[in-house]
Structures are given as structure tokens and as C-alpha cells.
């Protein structure tokens, strides 16, 4: 799950209508397109399914930073097949926002001039062959503690893209314990560079999941809804709870002093991230946010003459049709 | 040559071409013109790094050295490798990209088509595996060649450029020297030499519905397929692939 803050768009629609749209939700109806619903629930479903998808596509980046580094040509083709699959995601995704009435390019030129988010996460930077490792352990870990729960999310066609997402999702993020187990067995210099990705990516992870439910404003719509299915910091928690064994299983140190099993409740108590470091990223001002935006806007600028090109293309074709029947 | 030694070779063209495009076409990771474009060229690239995989393991094992197929890929320098200078060039723009793999995966196509009937069942069987891959290769980049040759004033002249400059890297690929011969002796590989005519064919038609005009000269560069001169680019592309397996020599991945 790439969304963090996703603002709830307040609803003024018929009393009557809402109730009967709530009643639906809490039988465990799935909404479908051509099915009436809150203004509110369309928009808020926009900005959450968008942000996933430009997280998707944006998060090639990172990634896409190593694939012309792979050390082997095996870490290079499972590299590739899992940055394919996180287009694939971008894919599905677009098209399940598109049911509800904005086009790719609309949601692709509001990524571009900032109007739409993408997740923190990936405004950090790769910078060693071991953040592979820890981006599909952690960042994906992360991930799917959100979206397994979003197979069961209200919207049928988000329900139905997030069923396969999930699949491909687990696969990655065993793919990136497994680089950690390399590393962690490996050369002294290996164990180092996972470390420091674990270091590194550690506090950034927990905040993927959003801030504090103290904080979070706009939870009790989005879940009365089904749009979101757990609060921030119940996610927060089970993923600290999963992982910290995993690290203590690769020989690797959770940089946080005060981490420590608390019998009483059953869970880690861990300490929160850094919320200003958030704010900073969220505003902008990540290490990587305009070296993200810069390579997508010129992405966009580069290839347009390709697509008007290939919309040029079709077009004759089509004439050519038209004046041949 | 021995038999084996012109055979390591063969592979290693096969292997090295494949490598060399595949990390080329790795290079537009995450930026390509539109989203399918970048799964296109993911998942092309993929499959040639896997066809690396087949056909530099297969050499390792014909040298019998002990090296791998990694080995190979990530530890021998430039002038070892043994590509088609096409594939090394620089990627340019998307059209550029586009009209190196076009020209190439024509090319492919029919080599492994014929690489199936191999009298070596081991390329016979890689072959197999490949060129269902290859056919869509191919697919897609005539058909994405005809709509931009035919698509706007701009597309246009970028895809006549692209062919322009890359026009006298294709006569190698169809040249032969004494390992094809040797190839072709045993019955393992075609000459070369007869791919040409079909090639040429299948090319022109494509470029003709494109509006492209092909170049008239058949000047032609050699030197990567034998190892002899290749270009400056492939250097700098092995220095960023091989960078971690000559950083840390005594590391696996």
C-alpha cells in the first residue's frame, strides 16, 4: 500500500441514498462502477487508487537505479520481471481509477505538476546493491501488510487489482529477503552494505504507513467506507512485530535503541519516526523528490512525440478504413 | 580453430548480442514513453537476458574452464566480448531504440529459426525456447517502426535518422568469417551470408510501409562479432554491469 494522508472528501449527498449506500458497505457489498455512489467515496477512492498507482510507477526508479548494476545476469532478470511487475501494477491500477472517471493521462499530469502524491518512500535514495535486498524486504513488506486487507476493500474493481497485486507482492518481497540472506552470509563489505540498508530504510518504512492515529484525520471515513481497512498504527505494529525477527534472523541490528519485546502486550514497543522528516519529504523535500519528478516530467516530455506519433498513426488507419468501406 | 573453439565463439556472438541489447534495452527502466512501452522493453529485455543465461552457460560449458556463464558476463573485458556492433550503440531517443532492436530482431528471427534444425541438439533446444520470444520481438518493433515511420511530420524524420545512422551497423551481421564457416561445416549454425536475402526482404517491406527510405550505401563497420574493434560506447556499458563483480571480487550475489 503506497497511500499516506488521503484526505476524505466530506459528502453532501442525500441522507437517504448515504444510508442506504453505508448499508451496502457494511453487508459486504462490493461497489461497482455504474452503481450510485457518494461524491465524497469516488473522489476519496481517486486520490487513494491514483497515489497507489503513481507510487507504482514512480517506485521503478529506484529500482530501475541498479538494474544496469545487477551483479549477475539472475539478479538482473529477477530485477527486471519485479520493476515489469510494478508497471504491470501502474497498469491495473489507472484502469481501476478509471472507473470511476479519470483518465490515465488526467491522473498522470497531476502526478506531474505535484497535485497528486506518491508514496514518501521513494523519495529516498539506493545507493548500495543491498537497498534491492531491503526495498523488497521492507518496503514491499510494508506494502503488503496494507494491501492484503484492501482484497476486501469496498470497491470491486480496486478489490480485484489488489488480489493480484498481492500475489506478485509477496514474491518480490521474498525475492528481496533472499538478496538479504546473500549479503548477510556474505563478505564482510556485503554485511556492511546491509546494515546500512537496513540503517537507512528502517525509519522511512514505518512511515509508510501514515502518521499516528492520533494524527491521522481523515481515518473514521475511509474505514466506515472500507477504503481503508486498519488504522496506521495497528499496520505499523504488525510490521515491526513481523520483521524485527526477520532482521534478528539475517544478524542484523533494527536501529533503534529502545526497541524491545513487551511481554505484557504481546508486541515490540519501537520508537516512532521522525514525523518533521516526514512533513519535509510529504513537502517536498525528500533527498529524492525533485530527482523523482524531474525523471518522470522528462520522461513525459521525451516520449511525447511517440505517442502523438502513434495517435498519428492510428488515425490514418483509421481514415484508411473508414474511406475503404 | 578446433571445432569447440569456433563453437565457444559462435555462442558467446549469440550470447554476448543478446547480453549487450538486453542491458541496453534495461537502460529505459522506469522511463519510457508510455507505460506499456516500459513493460514492452522490461519484458523484452528480460528475455534476452535469459536467452544470456542459455547460450553463455552453453559456452562455459564447451570451454570447459570452469568459468560461468556470469563468468563471462561480468568478467571479461571489451575486447572479449564478441556482440554485433549494432547492439552496443547508444540508446538515443525511444525512435533510435526502437529502429536498433527492429533491425536486430529480424535478424534474430531468422538465425534461430534456422539454429532449431542445429546439429547440435543443445543449440537446437536454446534456439526453440528463443525464437518464440524473438517472434514477438520482431512483432512488435516492425509494427511500432511502420506507426512511427508513418505517424507525424517529427516521428517521421527521428525514425529516418535512427535508420540512417544505424544502417551501416547491419551488414555485419551478415558477414561471414571462418568461424561461421566452421558453423556451417558442422551443420551447427547457417552462413551468415544467407540470411541476407531474407533479411533484406523482411526489412525493406517494413521500412517501405513505414515511408522510410533504406540508405543506399552498403558500407559496413566490423569488428564486434570477432572481437576487433569495437566501439567506444561498449566499454563504458561494462563498466557500470561489471562494476560490483570487479568491486568485490570475493563476493557471490
Request: with cysteine; hydrophobic share 40%; glycine share 6%.
Amino acid at each position: 500500500m503506497y497511500a499516506q494522508m488521503i484526505k476524505s472528501e466530506a459528502t453532501q449527498d442525500d441522507p437517504e441514498k448515504l444510508a442506504a449506500f453505508q448499508a451496502r458497505i457494511d453487508r459486504g457489498e462490493k461497489i461497482e462502477p455504474k452503481d450510485w455512489m457518494p461524491e465524497g467515496y469516488r473522489k476519496t477512492l481517486i486520490r487513494q487508487i491514483g497515489q497507489h498507482a503513481h507510487s507504482e510507477i514512480v517506485g521503478q526508479l529506484p529500482e530501475g537505479n541498479w538494474v544496469t548494476r545487477a551483479p549477475t545476469l539472475e539478479r538482473k532478470a529477477i530485477l527486471l520481471a519485479k520493476v515489469q511487475d510494478e508497471a504491470g501494477h501502474g497498469l491495473y491500477l489507472y484502469c481501476a481509477a478509471e472507473t470511476l472517471g479519470v483518465s490515465r493521462d488526467e491522473m498522470t499530469e497531476m502526478l506531474l505538476d505535484g497535485r497528486m502524491k506518491y508514496s514518501s518512500i521513494f523519495n529516498y535514495p539506493t545507493l548500495t546493491w543491498a537497498d534491492m535486498g531491503a526495498v523488497g524486504w521492507l518496503v514491499d513488506g510494508a506494502a503488503i501488510m496494507n494491501q492484503v486487507p484492501l482484497q476486501r476493500t469496498s470497491y470491486g474493481p480496486y478489490a480485484r487489482a489488489m488480489v493480484r497485486i498481492c500475489k506478485e507482492e509477496s514474491f518480490h518481497q521474498r525475492q528481496g529477503f533472499d538478496v538479504m540472506m546473500k549479503m548477510c552470509r556474505g563478505t564482510d563489505a556485503q554485511k556492511r552494505m546491509a546494515q546500512d540498508a537496513l540503517n537507512r530504510f528502517w525509519f522511512p518504512s514505518l512511515m509508510m504507513f501514515g502518521p499516528s492515529d492520533k494524527d491521522s484525520k481523515h481515518s473514521a471515513q475511509s474505514m466506515a467506507w472500507k477504503i481503508k481497512m486498519n488504522t496506521n498504527d495497528e499496520l505499523r505494529q504488525k510490521f515491526v512485530d513481523q520483521t524485527v525477527p526477520q532482521a534478528e534472523y539475517l544478524g542484523l541490528t533494527v536501529p533503534d535503541p529502545d526497541l524491545r519485546w513487551n511481554e505484557e502486550t504481546g508486541h515490540y514497543d519501537f520508537t516512532e519516526p521522525d514525523w518533521s522528516e516526514f512533513m519535509d519529504v510529504l513537502q517536498g523535500n525528500g533527498p529524492c523528490n525533485r530527482d523523482r519528478l524531474e525523471a518522470r516530467n522528462k520522461a513525459w516530455d521525451d516520449g511525447a512525440w511517440v505517442r502523438e506519433g502513434l495517435m498519428a498513426h492510428a488515425e490514418k488507419r483509421r481514415a484508411a478504413r473508414v474511406a475503404a468501406e | 580453430m578446433t571445432r569447440d573453439a569456433a563453437l565457444f565463439e559462435f555462442l558467446c556472438r549469440m550470447g554476448d548480442s543478446t547480453l549487450v541489447l538486453g542491458h541496453r534495452l534495461s537502460e529505459w527502466c522506469g522511463t519510457a514513453p508510455a507505460l506499456e512501452e516500459d513493460i514492452a522493453t522490461a519484458n523484452t529485455a528480460l528475455d534476452l537476458i535469459g536467452q544470456t543465461q542459455m547460450w553463455l552457460g552453453l559456452a562455459a560449458e564447451v570451454e570447459g574452464a570452469g568459468r560461468s556463464a556470469d563468468d563471462l558476463a561480468m568478467r571479461r573485458d571489451a575486447w572479449d566480448f564478441r556482440n554485433l556492433l549494432l547492439v552496443e550503440q547508444p540508446n538515443g531517443d525511444f525512435g533510435r531504440t526502437l529502429m536498433r532492436s527492429f533491425l536486430f530482431d529480424v535478424w534474430h528471427r531468422r538465425m534461430l529459426e534456422r539454429l532449431t534444425a542445429s546439429s547440435d541438439p543443445r543449440v537446437a533446444a536454446i534456439a526453440a525456447k528463443a525464437v518464440k520470444e524473438v517472434a514477438y520481438h520482431a512483432d512488435r518493433s516492425a509494427e511500432l517502426v511502420v506507426a512511427l515511420g508513418d505517424g507525424t511530420e517529427e516521428s517521421h524524420r527521428r525514425m529516418q535518422d535512427a535508420l540512417d545512422r544505424l544502417w551501416p551497423y547491419t551488414g555485419e551481421m551478415t558477414s561471414d568469417d571462418e568461424v561461421d564457416r566452421e558453423m556451417a561445416e558442422a551443420r551447427i549454425a547457417p552462413l551468415p551470408s544467407e540470411l541476407r536475402p531474407g533479411w533484406e526482404e523482411a526489412v525493406r517491406a517494413t521500412l517501405t510501409q513505414a515511408t522510410l527510405t533504406v540508405p543506399e550505401s552498403a558500407f559496413a563497420h566490423r569488428g564486434g562479432k570477432n572481437g576487433a574493434r569495437h566501439s567506444e560506447h561498449l566499454g563504458h556499458m561494462l563498466t557500470t554491469m561489471q562494476w560490483l563483480q570487479r568491486a568485490y571480487p570475493e563476493a557471490t550475489w
